[in-house]
């Protein structure tokens, strides 16, 4: 491996990126011939994005997927293309609450319903075995969320038992806990990004917000901690049309391009955790989600901004679709398997029973087979089936086998149907 070249193969597949940061791939070998034209399909896009770090000499265009090139980064190419040959999808994001703990009260909480004090966390020997388990499914990006992850005393065992050349591991932090000594094991447990929750660049309202005095100040100051020891470190936020209408949505890509952070993350607001009953006036208007899409389209080509993931733009036709279901799966604390963190809606368990049979119910249910060009808990009709048929003070999340008619399945008969296995 040269130092003016990286270079790495998998699946009859040669990818490098080169000392200009340009990107090239061929297919090699009799396999990766036949994949030769697809190939170059799928990364042709690569070299007109821009690159927002590099990371051991490849290119980060995202912090919520691998670097490019890496054997991650090419497992996660396997994927799609091993989707398009089987028909089968297998999940590459994995979002795990691993406590249901916080300092915060969030005013907002999407996870206030999942957190059951009725019901153990997942215990740390099932959790180093699920960390296993969704990579052999194909898992790219392992994101360990909560409550507060950094209230876990096994975090650091988590993060440095996701073995490379499969995943990265990421969290999402309120950023209360970002101390040095903090941010210096988390650089040696291996943690690839992180970001860190911020409601408001007005430090009175994130506080008042966080239900947290000086809450602000202590996550600017980690964020900052996070730069200089040079993890890949983001911002993470939710748009409501006061906030757009008002500029904060605006101010919050500008605190983020001064700490030096690389990217930003822009949230719709979305009726669910402690707003679930409260439809009415929290959703956007299509308006203020094409506003948001703007915003992203300057993100993604104004060197002087920082890289930017907005929900409305990625969610929408002209992004990738809605992930929940469909790439990816959230875990609660207590193991029960939703689509995302947004959606109070379960599908097993996995103390109970495996992974994998949980992901094929899931994909194989009406309401997630196919992929959705939106997000299903700001879809009225969706709702109207699925929420608001959710009985008052029900444990959440919710089984959906409960909710209607779900059709009969068996995860026997489905792998009976499903070539292959895992999907890497």
């Known amino acids: 491996m040269s130092a003016e070249r990286q270079e790495f193969t998998l699946l009859g597949v040669r990818a490098g990126v080169d000392e200009n940061k340009m990107v090239s791939v061929e297919g090699i070998g009799p396999l990766g011939a036949r994949l030769d034209a697809m190939i170059k399909g799928y990364y042709a896009s690569l070299n007109n994005q821009k690159v927002l770090a590099q990371h051991n000499g490849a290119n980060v265009y995202t912090l919520y997927q691998p670097p490019f090139p890496s054997q991650a980064a090419l497992k996660l190419a396997s994927s799609r293309l091993l989707e398009t040959f089987t028909g089968q999808r297998w999940p590459t994001t994995a979002t795990l609450a691993i406590t249901h703990r916080c300092q915060c009260r969030c005013k907002h909480c999407s ?244 992974l994998r049979d949980i992901w094929l119910r899931m994909t194989s249910h009406e309401a997630y087979r196919d992929r959705c060009d939106h997000c299903r808990m700001q879809d009225q009709e969706f709702r109207a089936k699925y929420i608001d048929s959710i009985p008052d003070e029900s444990q959440m999340p919710y089984p959906i086998s409960q909710i209607g008619s779900c059709g009969a399945y068996s995860a026997q008969e489905e792998t009976a149907e499903v070539a292959g296995g895992s999907g890497n």
């Open 111 to 354: 996870a206030a319903d999942f957190m059951r004090t009725d019901q153990a966390e997942v215990p740390p020997e099932r959790m180093l075995r699920l960390i296993e388990e969704v990579q052999a499914l194909g898992v790219v990006t392992i994101i360990f969320v909560g409550g507060e992850p950094l209230l876990h005393r096994r975090i650091y065992d988590y993060i440095r038992h996701v073995d490379y050349d499969q995943a990265r591991p990421m969290i999402f932090t309120n950023g209360l806990l970002l101390t040095e000594e903090r941010v210096r094991k988390l650089v040696d447990a291996g943690l690839y990004s992180l970001f860190i929750s911020i409601d408001s660049p007005i430090p009175q309202e994130h506080d008042r917000l966080r239900g947290v005095k000086g809450c602000w100040q202590k996550a600017i100051d980690g964020a900052r901690r996070c730069v200089e020891a040079g993890l890949l470190t983001g911002l993470s936020t939710y748009a409501t049309r006061e906030a757009l209408q008002n500029g904060q949505v605006e101010r919050m890509v500008k605190l983020t391009t001064e700490i030096g952070a690389h990217e930003v993350t822009i949230f719709d607001v979305v009726p669910t955790g402690k707003l679930l009953r409260e439809e009415e006036g929290v959703l956007l208007t299509d308006e203020d989600k094409e506003a948001l899409r703007e915003l992203s389209r300057r993100c993604r080509t104004d060197p002087q901004l920082p890289g930017a993931q907005v929900q409305a733009h990625v969610n929408s036709s002209d992004g990738f679709g809605c992930f929940a279901g469909y790439f990816q799966f959230y875990m609660t604390s207590s193991g029960h398997i939703t689509p995302c963190d947004f959606t109070p809606l379960a599908f097993g368990n996995i103390q109970d029973e495996p």
